[in-house]
Nanobody, 114 residues
């Protein structure tokens, strides 16, 4: 079935890094633009980053610009989010999704705390 599965979340100290992965199945991954969104505790969904189907373009929300990098491996059907210089305010559940918004992963928890 059509599925997105995130992984790579965890507890990390401020200033450190994490790389999230989103493994897709059940659809032709390379044909779709993809996105990362997050939801902090008690808050609504916040868009984080987009990447075009062929990696030709990426965009970032201001709070993560310069610290996060989105990428994808269309041969492996995996979307990535490299998160550097993490801050406590990056604490959230991170979700990957197709830009058509019809398929989402289950989310992976990121906690940034000393």
């Amino acid at each position: 079935q059509v599925q997105l599965v995130e992984s790579g979340g965890g507890l990390v100290q401020p200033g450190n890094s994490l790389r999230l992965a989103c493994t897709s199945s059940g659809f032709t991954f390379r044909n779709f633009h993809m996105t990362w969104v997050r939801q902090a505790p008690g808050k609504g969904l916040e868009w984080v980053s987009n990447i075009n189907m062929d990696s030709s373009g990426t965009t970032y929300a201001e709070p993560v610009k310069g610290r996060f990098t989105v990428s994808r491996d269309n041969a492996k059907n995996i979307l990535y989010l490299q998160m550097n210089s993490l801050k406590p305010e990056d604490t959230a559940v991170y979700y990957c999704a197709k830009r058509t918004w019809d398929v989402w992963g289950q989310g992976t928890q990121v906690i940034v705390s000393s």
